[in-house]
């Protein structure tokens, strides 16, 4: 199953140019599968950046803004878009210049992935 799923992730980064990686983890950001380019960023990718999500949805949530379905951070070389799918979150590395809309898009792909990890996370 971890084959296929990585096969599809692989297809999905090849279908939005500008995107160098994509990472599913726990809320914790510890990592469960990942894609990518050597063009992604290193540091972006450490579990304690991915979990700082957690508190930004968690701080959104006591401001009264709701539940949070996605984050967008834009730096000066390269975007962080998060998504989330809790227990699990779905991190995309982008460029500076990649069109975000196109990875947003991707999460009607990625639903039907996210639920079959989410089963196999529930199990463990």
Known sequence: MVEEVRKCLQDLLMKVNGLYCILITDRDGVPLLKVGSEKAPEHAMRPNFISTFGLAIDQGSKLGLGKTSTLICSYSQFQ????????????????????????????????PIISELTLAVAEL
């Open 80 to 111: 962080v878009i998060q998504m989330n799918k809790l227990p699990l979150i779905v991190t995309f590395i982008t460029s500076d210049s990649c069109n975000t809309g196109h990875v947003l898009a991707l999460e009607k792909q990625l639903n």
